[in-house]
């Protein structure tokens, strides 16, 4: 029965027809002896792929923010032959028509985005909701990512001229800042206001974003206070509610909004990484190996560290394959219960702060 066997070197940055044909992250277990992909003519198997030394090449080779691109292009190619993530509950649809209509009367806009993932958690059509209005994007999460990751996207933001504010929602870092930029953006609101003779009111921040991105949180932590429902997990949010902070500034929470289809399974992928999807959107095996097939890529991380956390061997870089080994050694071979567990650790910083995008050059 075929496996998987993902290969371990870098891909050009664009997404052609992939150059090997990847077989689904949810066949079988792999025997001593089975044909793999064809390169130059040349029939691989599972065996002699497993006894070659990747480990160096990879952690060697990636230095350059190319090398993210390439990361990028393979896990498009893995998440080819795999089932569509799609994640769209019946709320999203009347939360997208309600916030349209309320946009209308924001001053401000803050579109709160997953640290880890910022072009992940963008909605392709975010930008033509807002129009001109003014923007204030927020990185939520910021101490889930190392000094480097943040320093990577604070550059590439400042350089597009976006207002960025790195933030933690749990612990309230950045909140303060985001309440003094919210207030100074719309300062121009106010006097037109006064040169039309109406009186001052305050300002009206809208904030939105993707589901399970921290909105929330963000604003109990402006407001000192449980104001807006917030939960560790996507859906928590149902409706658009406006709430006051100080005199001089409002707020909309607003539900997470995701796009209806979302096209991108690359992305789809990494919001199951992150839990900023519905779990019941995705399989979670298929989600843990490319998720343990990006760790061995970073070096920050790598095969190793990964082996040794869980005190198993792997000498390749096949994320089903390490499963399935984890599986035998912890759950009795529940590949599921090991999908899950590789996920909860990875969400809560047991390989490292680390993120999974760079910036694009």
Not at 135 to 155: F, H, Y
Not at 189 to 213: C, D, E, H, Q, S
Not at 273 to 291: K, M, Q, T
């Amino acid at each position: 029965m075929a496996s998987l066997a993902l290969p371990a070197h870098p891909r050009p940055s664009v997404s052609p027809t992939p150059r090997f044909k990847t077989p689904s992250l949810r066949s079988a277990a792999p025997r001593l002896v089975v044909s793999s992909a064809v390169a130059g003519g040349t029939s691989l198997r599972w065996f002699q792929k497993e006894k070659i030394n990747l480990s160096k090449h990879v952690n060697e080779s990636f230095h350059e923010e190319g090398d993210w691109e390439n990361l990028d292009a393979d896990v498009y190619h893995w998440t080819r032959s795999l089932r569509p993530v799609q994640w769209y509950p019946g709320h999203i649809a009347k939360a997208e028509k309600e916030l349209k209509e309320q946009i209308k009367l924001m001053d401000v806009v803050v579109e709160v985005r997953d640290a880890r993932i910022p072009m992940a958690t963008s909605h392709p059509q975010m930008d033509s909701w807002l129009g001109n209005r003014k923007k204030i994007l927020v990185l939520n999460r910021e101490d889930m990512i190392s000094a480097a990751d943040r320093n990577a996207w604070a550059n590439f933001f400042s350089r597009q001229g976006i207002k960025v504010v790195f933030a933690n929602g749990q612990l309230g870092m950045g909140t303060m800042k985001l309440g003094r930029l919210a207030k100074l953006l719309a300062t121009g609101v106010n006097t037109k206001r006064r040169a039309k003779g109406l009186l001052p009111r305050p300002v009206r921040a809208g904030i939105v974003g993707y589901p399970n991105v921290g909105k929330s949180s963000l604003i109990n932590r402006l407001l000192r206070r449980r104001m807006c429902p917030a939960a560790p997990r996507p859906g928590v949010t149902r409706e658009l509610k406006w709430v006051r902070f100080g005199k001089d500034l409002e707020l909309l929470d607003s539900p997470g909004i995701l796009p209806m289809r979302i096209s991108d399974q690359a992305a789809a992928i990494k919001l199951a990484i992150c839990d900023d999807i519905g779990e019941r959107s995705y399989d979670a095996p298929d989600v843990a190996a490319i998720l343990v097939q990006m760790l061995t890529r970073l070096p920050a991380v790598g095969l190793d560290t990964l082996c040794k956390r869980y005190r198993i061997d792997s000498d390749g870089h096949c994320g089903k394959i390490f499963l399935e080994k984890l599986a035998l050694h912890l759950f009795n071979g529940d590949v599921s219960q090991a999908a899950v567990r590789v996920l909860s650790d990875f969400r809560k910083g047991k390989f490292g702060w680390i993120a999974l995008e760079r910036p694009p050059r």
